[in-house]
């Protein structure tokens, strides 16, 4: 019986790796993405904490110097929001490109799988043809009935 080639399966495998480099590649932005939100977060944050003590120490009665001071800093925050923001915007687009990109890897290689699953099916079939009809040629043989 004759064993089952595949003659594409170094194309399959290089498709199994180019999709795994593709999840490891989603994996990273995804990372890198939670990380400029986190950042997002924690200067949103320190923003407002700025703003509520800011009003606080105006309300009590605050330097000017400090005030300004203090609305400048206010200022830098809001500055650093919007840059990590668009950093953000920039980020999901990545994620979003890349998912398109392993979904495309992950059909290329179930396709070619498919198409070795098919030639298996094929393969196995005429194997078994070639074994019965050998089979029902011995059978023959021995009753004597000749080819």
Same mark, same amino acid.
């Given at each position: ?75 830098? $925050? %809001?500055?650093?929001? #919007? ?5 953000? *915007? /920039? =980020?999901? @687009? ?5 998912? +398109? ?10 396709? $070619? %799988?498919?198409?070795? #699953? ?5 393969? *196995? /079939? =005429?194997? @078994? ?5 050998? +089979? ?12």
């Amino acid at each position: 019986m004759k064993q089952f080639q595949f003659k594409l399966d170094p194309v399959l495998k290089y498709r199994r790796h180019r999709e795994q480099k593709a999840r490891m590649d989603l994996a990273e932005a995804r990372m890198a993405c939670e990380k400029i939100r986190s950042r997002f977060d924690d200067v949103w944050h320190e923003k407002k904490q700025m703003q509520a003590q800011l009003k606080k120490d105006s309300q009590e009665g605050i330097a000017a110097g400090r005030y300004l001071a203090c609305q400048n800093f206010v200022s830098r $925050l %809001e500055r650093e929001l #919007t840059s990590v923001q668009s950093d953000l *915007k /920039k =980020q999901e @687009e990545k994620v979003q490109v890349l998912r +398109s990109q392993l979904k495309q890897q992950y059909i290329e290689k179930e396709s $070619l %799988e498919g198409l070795k #699953t098919t030639h298996a099916g094929i393969h *196995k /079939k =005429q194997v @078994e043809t070639e074994l019965q009809k050998s +089979s029902d040629e011995l059978v023959l043989i021995r009753k004597g009935g000749g080819i």
